[in-house]
Nanobody
Framework: QVQLVESGGGLVQPGGSLRLSCEAS????????MGWSRQAPGKQREFVAS???????TYADSVKGRFTISRDNAKNTVYLQMNSLKPEDTALYYC???????????????WGQGTQVTVSS
């Protein structure tokens, strides 16, 4: 019954900023690494950023220096601060997380439904 829900997507002008949020809910015993990926129409889904429990971050070269991933473990939430947005950043953004939903089992990957980010003048 674990669910990830993204929010914060929308339309923004080039050079603008947007902050995405993704909250995990349901039966959660623990959350390991969390991350963001995106998919533009006609293209494959690509990795954007990830963050460990200890807040070690990893970014795709295309967003390094512009995007910042963070998390609030108490709120089971991961964020993606996007600055200096470009038209090529336009995509459906998905969050994912390795979550332990049952004490009998270990971690497994969950994905959100996605939130649309459109960068256009």
């Amino acid at each position: 019954q674990v669910q990830l829900v993204e929010s914060g997507g929308g339309l923004v002008q080039p050079g603008g900023s947007l902050r995405l949020s993704c909250e995990a809910s349901g039966r959660i015993f623990g959350i390991n690494v969390m991350g963001w990926s995106r998919q533009a129409p006609g293209k494959q889904r690509e990795f954007v950023a990830s963050i460990t429990v200890g807040s070690t971050t990893t970014y795709a070269d295309s967003v390094k220096g512009r995007f910042t991933i963070s998390r609030d473990n108490a709120k089971n939430t991961v964020y993606l601060q996007m600055n200096s947005l470009k038209p090529e950043d336009t995509a459906l953004y998905y969050c994912n997380a390795a979550i332990r939903s049952d004490y009998r089992n270990w971690y497994q990957d969950y994905w959100g439904q996605g939130t649309q980010v459109t960068v256009s003048s």
